[in-house]
């Protein structure tokens, strides 16, 4: 497998010592083992992922990507095979708060105001009052709602909501970040805006990010890499390098090397044998 | 502002309302009662049965005793307050006991399935049953200097009428948020009793505010029964009883007792819907959503 061909520009910040932001090796995850209904989810994954690149996983329904993004979290424990979060074992990595992680429904509390919300992660790792406020504020900054502080989430658009949940997520600075189709909820036009300021706050906060969706575009115009999965059981079938460099903005997605990349990953989840071909793709 | 006005005005209707129909039928009605297809359904209107409501308003005014100047309105608002104190007891302890329920039965899955139904069958055991059985109990309580006080037990009876839907409430609301928020906690490496305190309680308050509702006039009750059927002096529960016994000579008496009792539960109320709102405020509103 290869670890940094597709990192581009993130290829300096790999050659140094620092540990890879994920390192999995000979995964395999079953569920109910043992007993009648028992499910493989995935087998056989590997995969490497540098510190500062964006890797998509995109496969139909029941490829396992959301199982993977869990073992990378250590919400699930594996069947076999390790996981290795920022040269630490996942379940440490876990403790130390080493990621965040948003989901497709923002999970804001809705008895916390923005500004709380955003505070909770640092909150739970004993932060005082006064520093907490500070990092929650410039986190709204970052995610260009500094005039929301004291609004409650159920006065916020959706767009606004998941942009608290990746302030909430990066709160406490983790080098990496865990994102299960954050963006699944939004309208098509409010998806292409945050996927750009997605891009912006990575840059800025050169975190490393694992990106699972249903869409096609959406991984190609975000990655550095495509993990392409495939159900029955789930497995990494492909790993496709997206090479449109790192300031990507809306021309990009007007761009011939752009609609190259789409083709390849579209093809490469048309070449996974099932039968009644691929669902739950989007081709938008 | 308006909408509270209204709230107000309504209330006001409500209770003429209530006098309207009262007075009404006292006037149309057979003074000695009546036959309806020869079942004796009709109450008497006679001023023994149904006094007219002034007097029962004036009847506040008299004096309790016959040599005396205390008033029994005074003698109904001491009875009542006697009353509530006990019953705000029985409440605390009944929401604390409810709430430490459904903590357990929250973290230990298997207990739910062990003792749920222990607490649905205490509810069926008849209150006027229990209670001289918790007061022979506390009776023989002795703890050092300290000794069960006998208002004790009519705590305790209040408690156990209050606990349960406490505990049902809480517990459901505990169980409330969704895989993703768990999943979130879980993320941060929140331990299960920071998850308890950060996201849990939080969840459960609009399970727990009307289950606190139920439990503030559970308490009222059991107070009130226990003070009965245990014979405590004082409270209001033991009022109605004397004031009943008295109703040949002095029929307006008990009605008396009867508002007093009323106020006792609308103090309770109000006291739970001050908590609601104190709670609920911030809260995505119903309409919204």
């Excluded at chain 1, 490497?48 to 199982?67: D, M, N, Q, W, Y």
């Excluded at chain 1, 189709?181 to 805006?193: C, K, Q, S």
């Excluded at chain 2, 007097?55 to 001491?78: E, H, I, K, N, Y």
């Excluded at chain 2, 969840?203 to 059927?229: D, Q």
Aim: with cysteine; hydrophobic share 50%; aromatic share 6%.
């Amino acid at each position: 497998m290869s670890t940094t061909s597709g990192a581009g520009s993130n290829a300096t910040a790999s050659a140094g010592t620092a540990p890879n932001a994920v390192e999995i090796a000979g995964l395999r995850k079953v569920f109910n083992a043992n007993k009648a209904n028992a499910v493989e989810a995935l087998v056989d994954v590997d995969l490497t992922i540098a510190p500062g690149e964006f890797v998509s996983l995109i496969g139909p329904s029941g490829c396992g990507k959301s199982t993977l993004l869990r073992l990378i979290a250590n919400l699930l424990d594996p069947t076999s095979g390790t996981v290795l979060v920022n040269g630490k074992p996942a379940a440490q990595a876990r403790q130390d708060q080493d990621y965040g992680m948003a989901f497709q429904q923002s999970g804001l509390f809705e008895w916390r105001s923005v500004v709380r919300n955003i505070e909770l992660p640092l909150e739970l790792k004993g932060w005082g009052k006064a520093e907490r406020r500070a990092r929650a504020h410039e986190m709204l900054e970052l995610v260009k709602l500094g005039d929301f502080a004291g609004h409650m989430p159920w006065q916020l658009s959706g767009g606004m909501q998941q942009r608290v949940a990746i302030a909430r997520a990066l709160a406490a600075h983790p080098p990496l970040l865990l994102m299960d189709e954050p963006f699944g909820a939004l309208d098509e036009m409010t998806r292409e805006h945050m996927q750009a300021e997605l891009l912006q706050i990575c840059a800025r906060t050169s975190t490393t990010v694992v990106f699972v969706t249903h869409s096609i575009p959406e991984a190609v115009y975000l990655s550095n890499r495509v993990v392409v999965m495939s159900p029955r059981p789930g497995r990494i079938t492909e790993i496709i390098d997206v090479d449109l460099g790192s300031d990507r903005d809306e021309d990009t997605r007007e761009a011939t090397e752009f609609y190259g990349r789409i083709t390849a990953v579209r093809e490469a989840l048309r070449g996974i044998e099932m039968g009644a071909g691929p669902r739950g793709i989007e081709d938008r | 502002m308006i909408h509270r006005l209204r709230r107000a005005a309504m209330f006001v209707v409500a209770m003429l309302l209530v006098v309207a129909l009262w007075e009404g039928y006292k006037a149309i009605g057979p003074a000695k009662g009546g036959d309806v297809l020869g079942f004796g359904i009709l109450p008497r209107t006679n001023d023994q049965v149904m006094p007219h409501v002034w007097s029962m308003v004036t009847g506040l005014f008299d004096p309790a005793q016959r040599q005396g100047d205390q008033t029994v309105l005074s003698v109904v608002l001491g009875g009542a307050w006697y009353s509530f104190r006990i019953a705000l007891v029985g409440f605390a302890g009944g929401v604390a006991g409810g709430m430490a329920i459904a903590v357990v039965l929250t973290r230990f899955r298997l207990a739910e399935r062990a003792i749920l139904p222990y607490l649905v069958i205490s509810q069926t055991v008849p209150l006027i049953a229990l209670a001289p059985l918790v007061a022979g109990w506390g009776g023989k309580l002795q703890i050092g200097d300290w000794v069960w006080p006998k208002w004790m037990s009519a705590a305790v009876l209040g408690a156990f009428l209050a606990f349960f839907p406490v505990a049902v409430g809480t517990l459901r609301g505990l169980k409330s948020p969704n895989a993703a928020s768990l999943e979130l906690m879980d993320s941060l490496a929140a331990s299960w009793w920071r998850t308890l305190v950060k996201l849990r309680f939080p969840s459960a308050v609009p399970y727990i505010v009307p289950a606190l509702k139920l439990g503030g006039a559970g308490a009222v009750v059991g107070v009130v029964v226990a003070e009965i059927s245990t014979g405590l002096k004082g409270g209001i529960g033991r009022l109605i009883i004397e004031y009943s016994r008295q109703a040949t000579s002095e029929p307006t008496k008990v009605f008396t007792s009867i508002f007093g009792a009323a106020l006792l539960g609308l103090t309770m109320a109000a006291i739970v819907a001050c908590i609601d709102l104190a709670l609920m405020r911030n809260r995505p509103k119903e309409s919204a959503s």
